[in-house]
C-alpha cells in the first residue's frame, strides 16, 4: 500500500472514531434530560404535564433503565444515586404492571417508551428556562423531582412529558436516602405517572 494510501486510510479511521464518539457524547445527554419542556403546563403545582393523546393504539411499554441527574451539589455517593433511581424505576414498573399495562424489555411494534429521569434541580435546570415562570412557581430550586416522557419507539417522538414533585413538601435527594421516605415518595410519582398515563391512554379523564 503506498504512503498516500495509508494516510487516506487513517484520516478515514480518525474521522469515523470522531463521528461515533459524537454520536454517544449526543445520545448519553440525551437521556439525562428531557427532549423538551417548552410544552408543559402545570396540572397542579407540583405536576407540570404534557400530554398527546395518540397512545391508545400502544398496546405496551417499554421502561427504559433510569438515569439521574443532580443539577445542584449533593453529598450523595453514586452507587446511592443509581440505587435510587433503580428503586424509582422498580416502583414505576411495578405501578404499572398493577395497573394491568403490558410491559415488555424489547422493543417491538406497537410498543412505546418511557424514560425516567430522577433529578435534583436548580434555578438554571431546563424546566425553568424552558417554561414560564408562572407555570413552575410551584416548585423549588435544590428539590428533588421525577422527570419523565413518553416517546415513540424510535425514541424521536415526544408523545408526553412530565416534572412531577411531592405534593405535600420538597424533598431533596438526601431526603430520599431515608428507605422509608424514598419507598413513599417514589409510590407517590409512580402513581402520578401511571394516572397520566392513563389519561393519555383513554383509561381515565382524571
Known sequence: MSHFARTTVLLFCLLLMVSLTGCQSRTS???MRLAD???LYAQNPTALVYMQSEVGNYNAFLIEPANYRMDTRVKVRDTKLKQL???LQTTVYDDMKKAGYSLVTRSQPGVIRIRIILAQINANSSVYTQTDDLITQGLEPGQAVVEAEI???????QLGALVIADEKMPVSIKDLTDEKTAAKVFASWAKQLRLRIDQMHGRSTM
Request: glycine content about 12%; aromatic content about 6%.
Open 151 to 157: 416517546l415513540s419507539l424510535d425514541g424521536e417522538q
Open 37 to 39: 419542556y417548552s410544552n
Open 85 to 87: 433511581a433503580s428503586q
Open 29 to 31: 445527554v440525551g437521556t
